[in-house]
Each structure stands twice: as C-alpha cells, then as structure tokens.
T-cell receptor, first 112, second 114 residues
C-alpha cells in the first residue's frame, strides 16, 4: 500500500520516558517532515529532512530529535518526555521540499 | 518572518450554503499558497494550490485565488455538503534559505448541518 505509515496510532507515556515515533514512506520521496498539531496553534514543524542523510530544525525542535538513515524512514525521538509534548504528531513527505505534502494518519501521544 | 492568518472557527453552515474561509499571508518574495483539508480522524490532504499571483486553484467545487495586492487566498465554495465538514488549513511555502517548508495557519473547523 503506497503512502506513509505511522506507528503507534496512539500512546500514553509517563513523563521522563523515552519514546520513538516511527514513520515510513514507500513513495521514494526525498523530503520528510514531522509536525505537531495542537488546538488553536495549527500545525507546527518540529524537524525536517530534505534528503536522506540530512536533517534540519523546524519551528519547535526542543526536546525532539530525528534521523534519516535512508529514504524511507524518518523516526522522531523524545529523549525524556514532558507533559507539554502531549499532542497529535503527523509525519509527512514530499517529492521535493516545498511541494505537495502527503501526510500519515497521525500519532496521538499523551504524556502524563 | 513568513506567516499565515486564517479566520477562526468553528464555521457552521446549512447544506447548500455559500462558504468563505478567509486567509491572509505575510511573506517575502513570491510563495506558493495551499489549502489543505483534514477529515475527522485523518491526516491532512492537499485540496488546492496556486503558485503565482492571480492563479486560481480549484478542486471538488472549492476555489481560491492568489491575490498579491491584498495578500489573500480565501477559500470559497458555492454550495457546501455535509461531507465537506472538516478542518481547513491555509498554508504557504517558505522559500527562504535552503528549506522549502510549508507554514500552516491555525485551521478553521467547518461543520455543515443537513
């Protein structure tokens, strides 16, 4: 099935725990992105990668890290989760940066 | 910096009513403009886009015209349906520097009642 797969769909996490959100795409898109969606704030870019092997910081990168070892995978890691990281996280990809984005179905994360 | 401002919701309409969701932007240069739609429980998907001034994007009965003079990209539809109920996001492509990332507005919830 072509598209973007995110896992898990939802997660409840204790504060201080480490968590990795997974994102895989099979469209061979060069660019990938992580956004968080919060009520009243819309989508805010956390990190992005224009091509495999490179990453960059978005609008709200603190407390998050990413890696892009290959074209298909773009995991997002919370090293030590805090309650303010409770959000819905969307992974997205595009053929090239700035072009049409394709979104995954999201991960609902609750940090208690 | 570049930014997008869109009207706050929720917008509640009856079926077959006319829809306008306002969107204005601030940008240096000439960004591309987008409308994305998010149906309940799903990720966002592109609805329409316009890449230069006076371009009109259209899809599924929705339209938006890139107005450089008013820095606007308002979304319109002549007759909404219950199935149009969703959250609508205006966005622009930030071509500053080496990152062509999208900047989104805060979203507008549309609820269409039968």
């Amino acid at each position: 099935i072509a598209g973007i797969t995110q896992a898990p769909t939802s997660q409840i996490l204790a504060a201080g725990r480490r968590m990795t959100l997974r994102c895989t795409q099979d469209m061979r898109h060069n660019a990938m992105y992580w956004y968080r969606q919060d009520l009243g704030l819309g989508l805010r870019l956390i990190h992005y990668s224009n091509t495999a092997g490179t990453t960059g910081k978005g609008e709200v990168p603190d407390g998050y890290s990413v890696s892009r070892a290959n074209t298909d995978d773009f995991p997002l890691t919370l090293a030590s989760a805090v309650p303010s990281q409770t959000s819905v996280y969307f992974c997205a990809s595009s053929i090239e940066s700035g072009e049409k984005l394709f979104f995954g179905s999201g991960t609902q994360l609750s940090v208690l | 910096g570049n930014s997008v401002t869109q009207m706050e919701g929720p917008v509640t309409l009856s079926e077959e009513a006319f829809l306008t969701i306002n969107c204005t932007y601030t940008a240096t240069g000439y960004p591309s403009l987008f409308w994305y739609v998010q149906y309940p429980g799903e990720g966002l998907q592109l609805l329409l886009k316009a890449t230069k001034a006076d371009d009109k994007g259209s899809n599924k009965g929705f339209e938006a015209t890139y107005r450089k003079e008013t820095t606007s990209f308002h979304l319109e539809k002549g007759s909404v349906q219950v199935s149009d109920s969703a959250v609508y996001f205006c966005a622009l492509s930030d071509r500053g520097g080496a990152t062509n990332k999208l900047i989104f507005g805060t979203g507008t919830l549309l609820a269409v009642q039968p």
